[in-house]
């Protein structure tokens, strides 16, 4: 029911900003497309927090469309995480109060785990559409790290009223500067943590009798 389900997203975002993230609103959506009222219940049964949902989903899905016409692989990987979050935000500029009254309802505590998943959703979906596709712990880490930065650019857009969200793009810049020294930093600790000499193997060769290989190992790191 994908294209009922927005059909009726689109229909009902004009009524957010009234009446919020409500059954109410879902059947407005409904009534507004023409379509059988039985839709309000088997398009979205799990009622407003359904329609949230999708919400976030019809915007990675928008967002990966807009950035799988760009040609990012000619970017440097910073700019392409950048550019995500912006065309993320770009698209979601015309209903900025709809955001803000979704991520209200995400805040309850009934809520906080389906708001988690939209929100690791979005941010695997501009690590893969920015050509990410890691399997090991560096998933991970890059995606909480992205989390944070998307999580608190947001809530700078929805507070932003300078002209064209400077003061977002601003931000954002910031916070991808604070990212890359940490990558960096990150990367130092592991080289030096791989530079250093393997302990099981020094112990072994005490075991050995071997004293002079073990320490032939130890000095191999300096």
Not at 60 to 66: H, S
Not at 69 to 82: A, K, P, Q, Y
Not at 100 to 119: D, I
Not at 188 to 202: E, F, S
Request: glycine letters at 6%; charged letters at 30%.
């Amino acid at each position: 029911m994908d294209r009922e389900r927005t059909q009726i997203l689109l229909a009902a975002l004009p009524h957010v900003p009234f009446d919020g993230w409500t059954q109410e609103v879902i059947g407005a959506g409904v009534a507004d497309s023409g379509l059988d009222p039985d839709l309000a219940w088997r398009a979205f049964p799990g009622g407003p927090t359904d329609l949230v949902e999708f919400f976030s989903l019809y915007a990675d899905r928008k967002m990966v469309e807009v950035l799988e016409n760009m040609s990012l692989e000619d970017m440097r990987v910073r700019d392409r995480i950048t550019e995500a979050v912006r065309v993320r935000l770009d698209l979601l500029a015309g209903h900025r109060e709809a955001v803000r009254r979704a991520l209200a309802l995400l805040a309850l505590p009934a809520h906080t785990a389906l708001g988690v998943t939209c929100l690791a959703r979005t941010v695997d979906e501009m690590w893969r559409a920015s050509g990410d596709m890691t399997t090991d712990f560096n998933f991970y880490t890059k995606r909480g790290l992205l989390a944070g930065v998307y999580g608190t650019t947001l809530l700078t857009w929805l507070a932003d009223e300078t002209e064209d969200f400077s003061a977002t793009w601003t931000f954002l810049d910031h916070r991808i500067d604070d990212v890359m020294k940490i990558q960096k930093a990150r990367w130092w600790l592991d080289k030096r943590v791989a530079d250093l000499p393997d302990p099981l193997a020094i112990l072994r060769c005490f075991g050995e009798g071997n004293p002079d290989k073990a320490d032939r190992l130890a000095d191999s790191s300096v």
